[in-house]
């Protein structure tokens, strides 16, 4: 059973456009995350849930935005997309109180704006 | 704020001993972790230390100096598949609750 999995894997679309990206975990964790990985490989933290709620938003523009429908699931909706948007996208879960383990990382989702 | 140093890239010869050594400024630490990242991968786990010293779990280790804002991952018996990029992260306890920051990797490759 994947622990973190998000949807789609790759994700190519034009400027303007606006795309969704799922993520779901079966750990039973009470945190997600959003990062983002740009060119440069530098993984940076976006957002960060906690049992549904917004606890963390890092200064990203307000044409992402997050949805937690339940603590299982957090998704990112991107409006009027970029060509800077273009980078890979990686939906994480860890225990409120994370203790040995940190965080376990979806796949990733490679977005590529034309 | 925090900041979180280790170097770029890094080349070792299979069969060796490596250390990435990781240099961090932060208010709120509360562990330090190690992650490996290969080409189009996920990150994944290698290590977590949250109290000074050494923790040992099999060819690799991870050392942490608190006062010195200072750890390393040791790699031994170097093979061929560690060629990867390997990610130093503090987590800090924000208000709202922890957050794992990342520092830019350090790429190893190993050579024959």
């Known amino acids: 059973d994947t622990a973190v999995s998000q949807t789609p894997k790759y994700l190519v679309t034009q400027m303007g456009n606006d795309k969704s990206i799922k993520c779901e975990q079966n750990?039973?964790?009470?945190?997600m995350y959003w990062y983002k990985q740009d060119s440069k490989k530098f993984l940076k933290i976006m957002f960060s849930?906690?049992?549904?709620?917004?606890?963390i938003n890092e200064t990203v523009p307000n044409r992402f935005s997050p949805k937690s429908p339940d603590k299982a699931h957090l998704n990112l909706h991107i409006n009027s997309l970029e060509l800077g948007d273009s980078a890979v996208y990686f939906c994480?879960?860890?225990?409120?109180?994370?203790?040995?383990?940190?965080?376990?990382f979806g796949s990733g989702t490679r977005l590529t704006v034309v | 704020g925090q900041n979180i140093d280790q170097p770029t890239e890094m080349t070792a010869t299979e069969g060796a001993i490596v250390q990435i050594n990781c240099t961090y400024q932060?208010?709120?630490?509360?562990?330090l972790f190690w992650y490996q990242q290969h080409a189009g991968e996920a990150p994944t786990f290698l290590s977590y230390n949250v109290l000074d010293g050494l923790e040992e779990k099999g060819r690799f280790s991870s050392f942490l100096s608190r006062s010195k804002g200072y750890s390393y991952l040791l790699l031994k018996e170097l093979q061929m598949k560690d060629s990867a990029s390997y990610l130093c992260a503090v987590r800090v306890l924000t208000g709202g609750g922890n957050k794992l920051t990342f520092g830019t990797g350090t790429q190893l490759k190993v050579e024959l």
């Open positions: 750990l039973g964790h009470d945190t």
């Open positions: 932060t208010s709120g630490f509360n562990g």
């Open positions: 994480a879960s860890s225990p409120q109180s994370t203790g040995i383990g940190g965080y376990t």
């Open positions: 849930y906690n049992n549904k709620e917004l606890i």
